[in-house]
Every structure is written in structure tokens, then in C-alpha cells.
């Protein structure tokens, strides 16, 4: 890897997509807190400072702890970023007459800059802020404005600080990705090699180099990441690696033993733990989310804990950890709050005395499955959506009850199997049924009936930080609300969910 970008995050929503602009460049990036105390490596060829829901004029407003002017790298500054940039040089910065939020029209100033260069005189980008820049500091020159932004972009001098009032990293903003392109290809001179092939090379080498002849073991779910995190493993260290697949009794219809056969073949080395009793036993009575989740989590570590003991001289635990959970769990204080509890980083127990690999933590969901395509895994294994830590308990408001898990599997399999039947299920990053905690009337026959509700969801999304609802067919939708009534007993009723995220999640709980 020839060199990195790193991201200062001052609490934007749009921080993670600027993150993910780059890696499209194929070259790394890593996200750190604004306020993290660093010593730049050599690695590092540039810096990008993202935007903030905060304002420069506030008291204690966001500053870096790095001294970006005398970092020694080129610097832009995307939206709070500049304005920041501007603010400490003793340029003016004001609330907008009215909050610019939105498509505006951009006017190149001086097409002569590197940041410019292949962006026509006119374009379309993406504006989102209350406070503007109304008067650059002297030395600064102006390279682009707007019909109401004066400053929309400008340069320090002859210096390598650049700093721009429009988001570059939404795909509204039209030249968008060349401006990236131009700062971090062309300025920074960063060569475009981070790519699956090289990452599973770089990555192989070095956890040979950091396990050495260690024994590690790795809890498997069945989902892209673990999957993706054991062969890489395997391919590191063979035989050292053992993989545990613990069936908590919330899985779908059928996976536990389909999961283990989908295993067959790719030569890991996979004990099954059959647990359901244990877990759907604990879950009796417990109807709080957040406490199914952390009895969940528990009993999971309890069971690894007991399989994994049996394993002689056992030194690393592996998890499928990836970039959106390190993120989230690290997130800028102030910035954002914590939605739920992750399964993965944060969630150890203290007195774990295993140490932790995770050879993911650098990926996206989306650079996850490309690395698997690398490695050969099969589609049917990379394809699979996303699924919760916790399964199914959360997809069940309410009490979780064997009656219930019941039900919801087979709802929950005429579902997804309809989906892939009908040449669906690869256009939707995750879908499910949710048991509802609702009874309705309804009529069978020539009865009465007061049973369950079943809701499916269904939403596209690229790495699941934010999503939509599917558009799915009406006529599907019908299909398999009379498949669902038809064959499950116990519901008489089905409706859809059609909720974004934000501001609804994707699960229920």
C-alpha cells in the first residue's frame, strides 16, 4: 500500500460516505475522532476534515488536536472543515441568510488550481449548512462560488490546504468524486492499489507475523463476515484456526444444520454446539430489547467459552469484526449516541484472557464480500443478507417463547425463499419478518379467528448505515401474504414496513 488519507471526523452524517468515495479511488482511508491525539506516519499522504452539525462561532467549538496547517501533508477541508480552516486564519464566518441546503450551482473561479482541474466552468453540487463564509482571511484565494455562497471553495496561498462549503462526497454534488480524485490521486499523489487481492496478501502476511504458531478460534454465524474472516485466517494459519458454530435456537428454519453443510468443503475446521434450550430458557419472561440482547450476548460467550475451553492452548479469539461497527463504537462524543449494542467490539468480557484478532476491522460490508470473491468463497455464502447478533429474539417484540421462534421461522421462510424464487433477493441488502405483539380478528373459512400479525421488512442499502424500504412488487407482496396466512398457523394477518433509516433501524429492537 502506497499511502493512506485519514479522515478527522467532527460529527457529520456524511463522514463514513467520505470514507467510502475514497476507498472507491482504491486507496485506503481510516476515520479518527477530531479530537484524538496522533503522530502522523509516514504512511499518511493527506488529510480530509469533515463537516460537523456543530457551528466555529459556538463557544468550545470542534478543533483538531492535529496542527493540520504544519502537518506536513495536503489538507481539505469539506464544509465545517473549511469554515473551521477560515475561522482560525481570522476570516468571517456568519449564519446564512437561510440554511443552504440542497442543490446549488458552481462556478469555477480559477480552473488553473489542481483541485479544479477536469471540473467544467458550471456544475451541480450538494450543499448542507446554517453558517458561511463571508470573508476569506488574507492570503487565502478564492477558486469557486455559488449564486449565495461567495467562498463555496479556496486555497491557502500557494500552500497544500485546500477547503470547499459543498459536500463533494454526496453523489448529488456532480464532479463530486473528481474533486476527491484530483486531492487524493493528483495532490496527495497516492497510487490506487488498495485492492482485495493486495489486501488479502498484506493481511495474510501479517497475521501470520502476529499469530505466529498460535492457536486461534473464531465463532462462526454463517453471515459474510465471519465466513470471510475464518478463510482469510485459514489461509494464514491452516490447522491452527478452529471455528465454533453455536445454534442459539434463534436462527432461521433449517440453518443451523445448513450452515455447517455450507462449511463442507472449504476446509475449516467447524464444531457445531446445539445451545437452543439453554438460550430460550434464559430469554423466558424477558421482554426489555436491550436486556434480550445482553442475556443473549452472555449465554453466546458462556457456550463459546465452554466449546472453546476444550480446545488445548488456545491464545487468539477471531471476530468478524468490520469498519461501521469500529466506527460506531468510537463514534465523536457529542456526535452521535449509541443505537444498540454490538455484539462485536465493546462486548467482551473483562476478564477474557484470549487475545483479540480481527482481520475485517479495516472493511466495509461491500469490501468484505469483495475480499471473499477473492478468496473463492461461494455467492451463495457471499450473497447472504446481513443478520442480527441476537437472530430472531429481536424480531420477536415482546417475549421470546419456543411457540413463538416457531412461527416466526416459517413465516420468515416463505418469505426469503420467495424473495430468491422470484429474483429478488440479490437486489435488497437485508430482509426478515417480525413477530408482532398483537393479536387481530380475522376470518378463515366459515370461523372466526384472533391470531398473530406478521410485518416484513425489506430495505437497500450499501454498507447499512443508512437504508430505505424496498419497492418490492405489489403482486409479490400479495403473493406472499396469502403464502404466509395460508401455511403458518397462528397469523391471520401481514402488513409491510415502509420506513427509512434513519429515522426508523432496520430491525424492530
Sequence with gaps: MSGEILILDFGSQYTQLIARRVRELNVYCEIVPFNKQLELS??????????????????????????????????????????????????????????EYGRAELHVKDASDPLMKGIPADSRVWMSHGDTITDLPAGFRMLASTDAVDNAAFRIGDSLIWGIQFHAEVH????????????????????????????????????????????????LSGGVDSTVAAVLLHKAIG???????????????????????SY???????????????????????????????TIGRDFVEVFNEAASKIKDVSWLGQGTIYP??????????????????????????????KVVEPLRQLFKDEVRRVGAALGIPPLILGRHPFPGPGLAIRILGEVTPEKVAILQEADAVFIDALRREGLYDTIWQAGAILLPVKSVGVMGDGRTYENCIALRAVTSVDGMTADWARLPYEFLASVSDAIIR???????????????????????
Design 325 to 354: 461497527d469500529v466506527i460506531e463504537s468510537s463514534a465523536v462524543p457529542g456526535a452521535s449516541a449509541t443505537i444498540k449494542s454490538h455484539h462485536n467490539v465493546g462486548g467482551l468480557p473483562e476478564d477474557m484472557k484470549l
Design 264 to 294: 463442507k468443503g472449504m476446509g475449516l475446521n467447524v464444531t457445531g454446539v446445539n445451545a437452543s434450550a439453554r438460550f430460550l430458557g434464559d430469554l423466558a419472561g424477558v421482554t426489555d430489547p436491550e436486556k434480550k440482547r445482553k
Design 487 to 509: 401455511s403458518v398457523k397462528g397469523v391471520n394477518r401481514v402488513v409491510y414496513d415502509i420506513c427509512s433509516k434513519p429515522p426508523a433501524t432496520i430491525e424492530w429492537e
Design 239 to 261: 490447522a491452527q484456526l478452529h471455528c465454533i458454530f453455536v445454534d442459539s435456537g434463534l436462527l432461521r428454519k433449517d440453518e443451523f444444520a445448513s450452515v455447517l453443510e
Design 42 to 99: 509516514p504512511s499518511v499522504k493527506g488529510i480530509i476534515l469533515s463537516g460537523s452539525p456543530s457551528s466555529v462561532r459556538e463557544e468550545g467549538a470542534p478543533a483538531p488536536a492535529l496542527d493540520v496547517e504544519h502537518c506536513g501533508v495536503p489538507v481539505l477541508g469539506i464544509c465545517y472543515g473549511a469554515q473551521w480552516l477560515a475561522w482560525k486564519s481570522g476570516g468571517t464566518v456568519a449564519p446564512a441568510g437561510s440554511r
Design 172 to 219: 448529488h454534488s456532480e464532479f463530486g468524486a473528481r474533486f476527491l480524485e484530483n486531492f487524493v490521486l493528483g495532490i496527495c499523489g497516492v497510487a490506487p492499489d488498495w485492492t482485495p487481492e493486495n489486501f488479502i496478501e498484506s493481511t495474510v502476511a501479517h497475521l501470520r507475523a502476529q499469530i505466529g504458531k498460535d492457536r486461534v478460534v473464531l465463532g
